[in-house]
């Protein structure tokens, strides 16, 4: 996976989905902390989409132990040729956890594989101004820039989108959305601002984040919005 232009991730934590997911999805994103065995479900993997592998922690709204366990299982996934991009947290490679998230990223490099960067807030957003500063952190550390923060009001979702576009107006390679009811439509919208990447899951009821569209609706949402863009 490139990112050069918007990508719609089946988001998951079973691979299982993948006949039903082809239909409208670009890839796969295999939520591995919520995934039984996911390195087993990798290993068994013969669909043809692409693959995004996460092992969120905790500390970033995931179930990973904060442990050099859950690098290490990112590295192996590496290993498998569906496997195409990870994301790692901006705080992991900045020293949150103290595990040396940078060698995910440069084992990521020696495969090809792509880096997405993500931060979250599921309390509130940021200004505009904060936003900026902490996709472009993100970005100085991976191909993709990812934020995702909670909405409480039109405003918030005014912030993100202008982020979005102002960083992708410089070249950048972002991946935003806002959680939340206030922020739902953020998923669909934030494409034709320059996001790169959309989650959603096939079945509405295995969202892995607030505010979720399933699969074919943002699909179909994010298409009618471009092709009037």
Not at 95 to 122: E, K, L, M, Q, Y
Request: aromatic content about 4%; hydrophobic content about 40%; proline content about 4%.
């Amino acid at each position: 996976m490139d990112f050069e232009s918007f990508t719609l991730l089946a988001a998951t934590d079973d691979l299982g989905v993948e006949p039903a997911a082809r239909v409208d999805a670009d890839g796969l994103e295999l939520r591995m902390d919520f995934a039984d065995e996911p390195l087993a479900q990798l290993d068994a993997y013969d669909g043809d989409l692409p693959i995004l592998v996460t092992n969120r922690p905790t500390w970033e709204g995931g179930e990973a132990g904060d442990t050099a366990g859950r690098l290490d299982a990112l590295e192996t996934a590496l290993e498998h040729d569906a496997v195409t991009a990870v994301d790692l947290e901006l705080a992991a490679l900045e020293g949150a956890g103290d595990h040396d998230a940078g060698r995910v990223a440069d084992a990521a490099r020696d495969r090809g594989a792509s880096v997405v960067v993500s931060t979250h807030n599921f309390e509130s957003t940021p200004d505009r101004e904060a936003i900026v500063s902490r996709l472009e952190r993100a970005c100085a550390h991976g191909d993709v820039g990812k934020m995702a923060s909670t909405a409480h009001s039109p405003d918030d979702v005014l912030a993100m989108l202008g982020a979005t576009r102002e960083l992708t107006a410089e070249g950048e390679q972002v991946a935003t959305m806002c959680m939340g009811a206030a922020g739902r439509h953020s998923r669909a919208v934030a494409p034709v601002y320059g996001s790169r990447i959309g989650y959603a899951p096939v079945d509405p009821a295995d969202a892995t984040a607030p505010g979720q569209y399933d699969l074919a609706t943002l699909r179909t949402l994010v298409g009618q919005l471009q092709s009037d863009a």
